[in-house]
C-alpha cells in the first residue's frame, strides 16, 4: 500500500546523503525562516491565504506520514533512516497516548532558548496534564557535547518545584555539537494549576557545571483528568487486590490499587495490565517511562497505562492475567557490600547476582529484553532499616541475558544491606476483567 511513499523516501534519502550543508548556513536557514514566520502577520491577505493554503498541505502530509508510520512497519523503519525523523518515530511507536495527542494537536510548541557557557539549550515543545509533563528539547554547543548527564532536573509552577520522578535518556549523540532529546516528569500527585506559567531548572554535568532556568508559558488549554471510581475487590490465587479508581490523563492512564496486608505474596508487577475497549483496541503499559508508583512495602501502588484520553469508546475494561508476585520473605535481597557477596537470594535462582561492590550491584537473567522489558529491583535498605540513596538504575541485553544495574551514592552504610525487587518472573494463577464504563 506504501510502497510508492517508501520508494521517494528511499530516494529523498539518497539525496540527502549527497548534499554537504555547512553548520553555519544551515543555522542561518533556519533563522531566516523563523524571521519569515515571525513577519508574515504583516502581510496582506492574499498572501497570508497562499500561507494558510501552504500550511494545509503541510498539515495535511504530517497527518498522512503519522498513519503511515503507524500501519506500516516498512515505512517506519525507512523514515526512521532519515536524520532528524526517528524521534518522530519514536513518538508515534513508542506509546499509543503520544500517538492520540499528536493526532489531536495537543502537543504544543515552545521555541523558547537560553545560552550559557556558549550551549544553547531550547525548549522546542511541550506536553502537560495534571499527572506530568514531557519536554522536548534541543542543546547545541561550538565545540563537542560529551555527556547527555543532569546533576539537576527540576520544573517548577508558581515558584514551587513540583515533585514526582524525572526521566531522560542518553541519546546515541556522543561527540556532536548538537543533541535532541526529551525529559519526562510524573508527578507524584496530582496537579491543580493555577496558572500556564512555568520554569524548567537545570545542570549540566559538565566541567563548567552550566546551568539553565526557563520560563516558558503555555497558550494552549490543560486537559484535566477523568475519574472512574471503580473500589472492586478481587481474589487472584489467594491474594486479595482492590482496584480503587482510574483516572484517564492525555499522558498517561492512572490506576490506583491497595493490596490486603495479609496476602502471603508481595505484589511485584502487572507484566499485562491493559485497557481494552468493546472492539478490542487495547492500551498496554507505558513502555518508555515510569510505570508505577509505590514502593513493594507500601501496601498502595499506582500503575500507568497507555493513555486512550482522546477516545469516546462505549465500553472500557480493565484487564490483567500476567501478575508477578514473590513469597514477602523471598521479595528482596541480602548483599554485603564491603564483603561483596550475596547474604540471601535469590528467588529459585533465576537470577544470578554478576557483581557487587560499595558503589553498585549488577544481576542478569536469561532471556531476551522483550521477554524481560522490566526495571529489576526498587530500593535499598540498609540494617538499620535506612533507605540508601541511589544514582542510577539501567539495563541492558545481549546474546542470550538481560543485564540490570542499580548505582549507590557513596554515604553512610552499615551492612548488610536489603535490595528489593520490583518486578520477577514468577507469577499469581489466574485473570481478571473489570468493567469501567
Known sequence: ???????????????????????????????????????????????????????????LLFITLVTSIRVSPAFAKTVASIPGLERLVDLIQYDKGLQAIVDNKYYEAIGVSQTKDNIKFTIDGVIVDESGMVIFYTTESPTKLSSGDYGMIEIFHNGKSLEGSTEYGYPDQEDKKYRTDEITFTFGEQQKYSSKEFELKLNLRNEQKTSFSIPFTLKKDIQKGKVFTINKEIIMDGQKIVIEDITLYPLRVAVNMTFDQRNTMRILNFEDIRIEDEHGEIWGSIRNGITSFGGNDDHQRTFFLQSNFFKQPKNLYLKFDKVQALPKKDAYIIVDLNKEKVIKGPYKDKLEITNISKLSIEAKMEGKHEDLPYQLFYGLKDFEGRELDTNSWSGWSDNDSVH???GIEPQKIVNPVKVYFSAYPNYLKGSTSIQIK
Not at 514566520?37 to 492574499?46: E, F, G, N, Q
Open 1 to 59: 500500500m506504501y510502497e510508492k511513499e517508501e520508494a521517494k523516501l528511499h530516494d529523498m534519502q539518497k539525496d540527502l546523503e549527497k548534499i554537504s550543508i555547512p553548520e553555519d548556513e544551515l543555522n542561518q536557514a533556519i533563522q531566516q525562516g523563523m524571521q519569515i514566520a515571525k513577519s508574515s502577520k504583516r502581510r496582506k491577505k492574499r498572501s497570508f491565504k497562499r500561507i494558510a493554503w501552504s500550511i494545509s498541505i503541510a498539515a
Open 404 to 406: 540490570w544495574q542499580v
